[in-house]
């Protein structure tokens, strides 16, 4: 059975840190890329970041360099998603998804994913 666990959100103040990770089972964990998704209440569902299986590129929305960092370990088939100076514009529900190959194959729409994981709530209070 295929399984994408999202966690590690909260509540947490303007300016504070989270990190997110994505534990994946039942699928090749490396050969495919994972991609980080967001969606506020009222508002479309949209890319936040990716990293890819081959090379590991990695990708940003524009909203989110340099304050967020995407990496993964193949050795636990899972991802992470360090986010820095947390601004309350980033609530929303994040989800993680799975997309065979690489990120540019469909990031950063969200249709076209393998595999979606149930989200995991961040508030950023301000």
């Known amino acids: 059975e295929v399984q994408l666990q999202a966690s590690g959100g909260g509540l947490v103040q303007a300016g504070g840190s989270l990190r997110l990770s994505c534990a994946a089972s039942?699928?090749?964990?490396?050969?495919?890329?994972i991609a980080w998704f967001r969606q506020a209440p009222g508002k479309e569902r949209e890319g936040v970041s990716c990293?890819?299986?081959?090379?590991?590129?990695?990708y940003y929305a524009d909203s989110v360099k340099g304050r967020f960092t995407i990496s993964r370990d193949n050795a636990k088939n899972t991802v992470y998603l360090q986010m820095n100076s947390l601004k309350p514009e980033d609530t929303a529900v994040y989800y993680c998804?799975?997309?065979?190959?690489?990120?540019?194959?469909?990031?950063?729409?969200?249709?076209?994913?393998?595999?979606w994981g149930k989200g995991t709530q961040v508030t950023v209070s301000s």
């Open positions: 998804a799975a997309d065979e190959g690489w990120c540019a194959r469909h990031y950063p729409e969200y249709y076209g994913m393998n595999y």
């Open positions: 039942g699928f090749t964990f490396e050969g495919y890329a």
């Open positions: 990293i890819s299986s081959d090379d590991g590129s990695t």
